[in-house]
Structures are given as C-alpha cells and as structure tokens.
C-alpha cells in the first residue's frame, strides 16, 4: 500500500516566510532551502534504500511539485494549514523526523554518484533555456519577515540594479515584494515562482547571482547553470557563514553539487556600487 509523504508544512505564502531569528524554519512553514536540502534528499535517500517507493505521495507546497514529479508518480500538492484531513492521512513525517542527522553531508554528500541523477532531475521552463542570452545576472533582494537579520532594505537593491542595467543583457530579480523592479528598466524581469527561477540559474548564460544569505541561492548549488560558471556573491550581513559555516544550512561545501564559486562578502556592508565591483573584478 502507498504512504503519503510530507515535505513540506504551510501555506500559500511560500516566499514570504513567517518565522524569527531564534526560532529558524517554524513548524508550521518549511522553507524553500529546508525542503531542498533536507526533505528533499531524505526522500532521495529513502527511495534507493527501499524505505520509499515512486507509489508513494509526497505532499508539498503548491510550487514545489516540480522537485519530486520526476521522481515519484504522485505528488499531492496542497496547503498544508487548510486540510486538516491531509494531515491525519500522514503515513511518513519528513518535516518533523530529524531526517537531517541521518543523512551523511560530510566531507561531501556519501551518496552523490548514487543519487545524481534524481538530485538533478527537475523540469525546467524550455522557453527559458532557450531565450539566446551571452550575460545573465540573477538578484535576490532578500525581503522576508523571517530571520530579518539577513535582509537590506528596498532601496539597496534598486540602487544596485540601477547600477548594473547596462552591465548585462538581463537582469532576473526573485522573491515577494519586489514585483516593482521591472519598472527600473527594460532587460529586469520579476520572476514569481521557484520553477521560473530554477530555470533561469540554470541557463548557460547566468554567470552571476547576487543575494544576501538567503534559502534561495541553495538552489544554485543543485540547478546552477548548464556551464558550471555560475558565481553566487552574498553580502553577509551578520558573519552568519563563518559563525555556522560547517553546517550545510550555511553553505558549507558538502552539498555544492554544482560546483558554484562562492563569494562571500562579510564586516561592512559594500555600497551598491561597491557591491558591483565585488561581482564584476
């Protein structure tokens, strides 16, 4: 008989983020980057060691079904908080099981030669990676109710894509509350959902991505682009990554399946401009 599998805890308010500083990903919402490299290569896991089967239902949150339909046969895609009837039909709780400490990061993920391929295996938007593009520059302006430490305010990022729109051909901006930025200039385009974003990183063309230290940019370390020359440049506002760097949640290299070069930017925050020639030197 097939289980049903829970990845993912929340709501529709997937990019938003409610949680705190001292709390990290609450209960009732798993973010992004948790699901990824957590919920997401556990069930990888299971499902080479027998303990799942492609029967099996996983049960995420709306936009995230891309990560398991080549993998498993079914996939239930609600909110979480709104059926309560999902929750008693739960078979195998990913979410709240500690599956973190069973899987085996370090040095490197254990695993990677055996799992690769399902790792890697998303669907991406084909008319994306077919937009004829020599310079893409990807930027997540970090605007989140959870863990606010890691944010810059609205007007940074405007001014820094401001100052970078004839650098590059086009200019991706993801993540809520920046819809706005398209009317800075003509190549800046606001891309709304997780899929969209996996394909741009993924494009030949996407050389850079610029962000604070945010879930997101773990999404480069498993999609990156098709050339393996993506640089991902991260201001860290709070030495979070040397305080925490051997976690995988960091950005520790354990799970840098792509082989993106970090750039780390921690002490003062660059001006926008400084930030440009951090990126472009």
Known sequence: MSRNVLCAKGTND?????GSAGGGTPDTQTEAATELIINRLAVIDMLQTGELDKADTIITLPERMFLYENIFDNVEVVDYNEHREIQQKVNVDIVMGNYWQ???YKPFYKHYERDKDLIHNITYHDHILNEKLDNILVVIPRLKNSDT??????QYWKDFVLKQKNKVEKIIIFGKGTEDFED???NVTYVDTLQEYCSWIHHKACKNVVSTVSGPCHYIQHFGNTNGDTTLTMIDTHGLCSKHGTDPSYFDPCINFTKVKLNI?????PTPHQLGSHIWE
């Open 14 to 18: 997937y990019n938003h983020g409610n």
């Open 102 to 104: 069973k899987l085996d």
């Open 149 to 154: 430490r890691r944010n810059l305010d609205v």
């Open 184 to 186: 800075i200039a003509s």
């Open 265 to 269: 930017i921690s002490g003062e925050t």
